[in-house]
């Protein structure tokens, strides 16, 4: 089944993962629905933490446009549907994301999640990512409320808005196609 992103300004985003896993990244209309986009980073949870404690961090996604569907239909895909991204951290590449379809222990985090507006903590997890007594492992999470601005139909920010209101966001995250 296709989504089809009708997100509007103001959306909700979780980064969520094990220490030493993945970072995965979901974007929702509201705290409730189903991800539009949901992302494997290719850096671990602990980096991401360790990168945002040293200031500002600044994610570009760039993936490449293909010709080929464009000239048929007369108009890019939408840019969540990019199945790969080359990935910057800061400036540094960092590997590639992937998108991927929602499982079930990511449905769980996210239901798990679902009353925090904005806020970090951990879930005691086990491998199947259920919540378990806490011997198995443990899942971060961050959740905010995201500004989103689309600047072309392949180009698209996500601002993470600060509950303090400073007006500077901790964490951007860019998707680009080029």
Partial sequence: MSITPSLGRK???????????HVNFAVQDD?????????????STAMLV????????????ECDKVRAP??????QGK??????????????????????SCTYSDRYVLGTVRS?????????????????????????????????????RDSEAYYMMNPEGNGVPELSIFLLRI
């Fill in 116 to 152: 925090v507006s904005a806020g970090a903590g951990v879930i005691p997890v086990s491998e199947d990512g259920r919540k378990s007594d806490g011997v198995e492992g443990e899942l971060m999470y961050m959740r905010a409320k995201f500004e989103r601005v689309v600047g072309s």
């Fill in 70 to 75: 464009q000239v048929q239909t007369g108009r």
């Fill in 50 to 61: 360790k990168e945002m404690s040293s200031g500002l961090v600044r994610i570009a996604l």
């Fill in 79 to 100: 840019l969540f549907n990019e199945p790969t991204w080359t990935m910057y951290c800061n400036g540094r590449k960092c590997g590639y994301a992937v998108s991927r």
């Fill in 31 to 43: 705290p409730v629905s189903e991800p539009v986009l949901l992302l494997e980073l290719p850096m």
């Fill in 11 to 21: 959306v909700t985003g979780t980064i969520f993962g094990n220490r030493h896993g």
